[in-house]
């Protein structure tokens, strides 16, 4: 009797540890979301609705307004002031097209590819930027606020990590801009001079974490470590967002274990803390010196 009331006591005890929520992974960014990619349903979040820097996240705005407005054949004639931007790899007068100009782009984090798209797009910087802004609205980026097309710090500049989530999740719906930030490796072709650039894509979780399908990463000293990740497992989705991590390395750690998280919640290991349905409309060139000195701003 004894043994059996041990047994029912061990056996009541170990079903409510395993009904209690677990504890979602410690992460030193100061904001992120795990949003479910089917339905836009966020799983988690912490400071889901603080005002951060999107840092080179931004090119998933800039990339998808390319998609959307552009023809990808077009061939672009690279300005001055294109290549003059920090962390390039453009030199003024090279030409090269649109399609080729947003891999390098999204791939490297490439911000002078940026500001040559956004310049042949809108014919400048601010009218983009007024671009940018109307297509957030749209997609329900009531947070969030552009001035340029790659990220570069500026207080009037900043968004959320459920608004990039909710960006993020409407340019994943474009299959286009999936090839793109899916692509590991690339040869850019330029047009003039006639040349093939190799490019790697920045996005560490395509290396290391099985079932990955993009997004893009972001870094600036002000913005701290960002990533748009996203991943899929048994035919299931998950889009993740980190913002202000603590450095280059801690944004795809943590951007791993959140994906874990979200995928051991959908599997019914874990019990998400709160859920909410969130409204979503559906050989190498090198850098100049001078510019490869610049290069820890927007990655």
């Not at 043994?3 to 009904?19: D, E, I, Q």
């Not at 988690?44 to 005002?51: D, L, M, P, W």
């Not at 006639?194 to 920045?202: G, K, Q, V």
């Not at 280059?248 to 909410?276: H, Q, V």
Request: proline share 3%; net charge negative; aromatic share 6%.
């Amino acid at each position: 009797m004894k043994l059996k009331l041990l047994l029912c006591t061990l056996t009541a005890a170990l079903y409510a540890a395993c009904s209690v929520e677990a504890a979602p992974p410690e992460i030193t960014a100061d904001a992120a979301v795990i949003m479910d990619e089917k339905d836009g349903t966020i799983l988690y979040e912490k400071n889901g609705t603080k005002k951060e820097y999107p840092a080179s996240m931004t090119k998933i705005m800039t990339c998808i307004l390319s998609i959307e407005k552009g023809n990808p054949y077009k061939t672009i004639s690279v300005s001055a002031n294109a290549a003059d931007v920090e962390s390039t790899a453009l030199n003024g007068g090279e030409w090269i097209t649109l399609d080729n100009l947003r891999n390098q782009m999204m791939m490297i984090s490439d911000n002078g590819a940026a500001t040559a798209i956004a310049e042949n797009l809108a014919g400048s910087l601010p009218a983009f930027a007024e671009d940018m802004n109307a297509k957030a609205k749209e997609i329900g980026m009531d947070h969030t606020h552009f001035v340029n097309a790659n990220g570069m710090p500026d207080e009037n500049h900043y968004s959320t990590a459920e608004d990039m989530a909710r960006l993020a999740r409407y340019a994943m719906e474009n299959r286009t801009f999936r090839r793109i930030v899916s692509t590991k490796y690339k040869e850019i072709h330029y047009e003039r001079p006639l040349y093939n650039f190799h490019c790697e894509n920045s996005n560490e979780l395509l290396y290391s974490y099985p079932g990955t399908t993009g997004i893009k990463t972001g870094y600036t000293h002000a913005a701290g470590g960002c990533l748009a990740a996203s991943a899929i497992r048994d035919n299931h989705e998950l889009i993740v967002i980190v913002m202000h991590s603590r450095d280059m390395d801690t944004r795809f750690t943590e951007g791993a274990a959140l994906l874990d998280y979200g995928f051991r919640i959908l599997e019914g290991k874990e019990t998400a803390p709160e859920t909410k349905a969130v409204k979503a409309q559906k050989g190498k060139k090198k850098m100049k010196a001078s510019k490869m000195q610049r290069i820890p701003e927007s990655l």
